[in-house]
Nanobody
Framework: QVQLVESGGGVVQAGGSLRLSCAASGRTFGSYVMGWFRQAPGKEREYVAAISRSGGNTYYVDSVKGRFTISRDNAKNTVYLQMNSLKAEDTASYYC?????????????????WGQGTQVTVSS
């Protein structure tokens, strides 16, 4: 079992930056693939990024490539999402998720544990 708590959301102007954090507790953090998802009002929750257990491999949805960076610090049991050049369409609740498997996936159903989410609002 692992518990996930996101932080770092807020209101930012278009073109600005935010860094989200997700602190994990419970079983060994380094044994989980970690992902970030987001959900805008009236839309399905969608995959944003994922990172391998060691942090050596990262994966992004096309819409955030070159703007968002996922990273992790296994010593601090924390995964981050650095978001730059934010756009109004990035407005959503952002969720981190943990996957107890070796390989990453972008499928929401492939993740075993979820945080409660943090709201990101980008004003244009």
């Amino acid at each position: 079992q692992v518990q996930l708590v996101e932080s770092g959301g807020g209101v930012v102007q278009a073109g600005g930056s935010l860094r989200l954090s997700c602190a994990a507790s419970g079983r060994t953090f380094g044994s989980y693939v970690m992902g970030w998802f987001r959900q805008a009002p009236g839309k399905e929750r969608e995959y944003v990024a994922a990172i391998s257990r060691s942090g050596g491999n990262t994966y992004y949805v096309d819409s955030v490539k070159g703007r968002f960076t996922i990273s992790r610090d296994n010593a601090k049991n924390t995964v981050y999402l650095q978001m730059n050049s934010l756009k109004a369409e990035d407005t959503a609740s952002y969720y981190c998720a943990a996957r107890d498997r070796t390989l990453y996936t972008l499928a929401r159903s492939g993740y075993d544990y979820w945080g409660q989410g943090t709201q990101v609002t980008v004003s244009s």
